[in-house]
């Protein structure tokens, strides 16, 4: 999507470590309008699909979901991060770790909004190590709802998460797909 | 707002405790046509006031947030939970307890994302005790920034939040509070 590849290399930052920073326009402060252009592009990716839920992950897929989910006519349900390591029998439940804080966390659905009626597509702001993507993707399986694919804005296309999610044969579309990118001069690569 | 207030009657649950369990609908499954008309009417609430920029808070205020600001035509600022106790100097902080975790949070905005140009709108989602609300009212305040108001779905009126923060001038839109609410019989009174 040229646009939010446009965007990229106008707003976001390039730093050390692989990181990328796009915390002016889609993770910190959001521009609704790009986030507009976002979810209409994946309706258009995913029409015609029965899609009748977006799933995401608190926090920075929320706003992405809600405003695609208009496009779909359909309820973002997200998953939320739990402290408690007693999860009820009300939820499912997955281990995901974080490869920025080197922690685990339980992510849970409670089970009253996730069930084998849902064809559920899963929208998140970003897929690089693909472990959050992996857990929600597990979470539609334990539901026994239909997975139809996922929705990624930014894509980290040289770090694993999206061939090991492909690998899956899941469908995946990512609409900035980043191959490289260099923290010395800034500059980024899409592929 | 009748539409507000109707649902949390059909689809809320009134648990022990003061807990107003509204996650069918607002904080876990969120239905974005309601979150459309809850946004529509803090636009209307809050037309012609030069509002510029909407501050929220993650997780459960950033859909809120994010479809109310379709109708101002302004981004969303979301203010983050930090879990490092060491903030860098490009950061407003405040510290702000939570009433439910008992646990005190630091909460930080970019200061490249908050200034003296802002004429800014708080959203949430819930206004109990009101302690969210002040931090971001203060982050605005340090930030040199315009308060123009508060946004809030739905408030406990019988906790002491909503008093608090009118009390120091500034506007507070509920669009529904609740008066009273029972666990034994599910009632709630709006007021």
């Given at each position: 999507m040229k646009l939010l590849e446009d965007r990229i290399v106008k707003d976001g930052k390039v730093l050390p470590g692989n990181v990328l920073k796009v915390?002016?326009?889609?993770?910190?402060?959001?521009?609704v309008n790009l986030l507009n252009d976002i979810g209409k592009e994946f309706a258009r990716l995913y029409a015609n699909q029965g899609v009748n839920k977006i799933l995401t992950i608190e926090a920075s897929g929320i706003g992405i979901a809600c405003i695609a989910a208009q496009h779909f006519g359909c309820p973002v349900v997200f998953a939320k991060k739990s402290?408690?390591?007693?999860?009820?029998?009300?939820f499912y439940c997955v281990d995901v770790e974080s490869y920025t804080h080197k922690t685990t966390n339980k992510v849970i659905v409670s089970k009253e909004y996730l069930d084998e009626n849902d064809r559920v597509l899963v929208i998140d702001d970003f897929l690089a190590n693909g472990c959050a993507l992996r857990g929600l993707c597990k979470l539609i399986k334990d539901a026994g709802a239909t997975l139809v694919g996922c929705g990624i804005a930014i894509e980290k296309g040289f770090q694993p998460g999206g061939k090991a999610v492909r690998d899956l044969g899941i469908r995946v579309e990512s609409l900035a797909v980043i191959k490289s990118m260099n923290s010395d001069d800034g500059t980024i690569v899409f592929g």
């Open positions: 915390d002016g326009f889609l993770n910190h402060r959001i521009d402290k408690t390591t007693n999860i009820s029998s009300d």
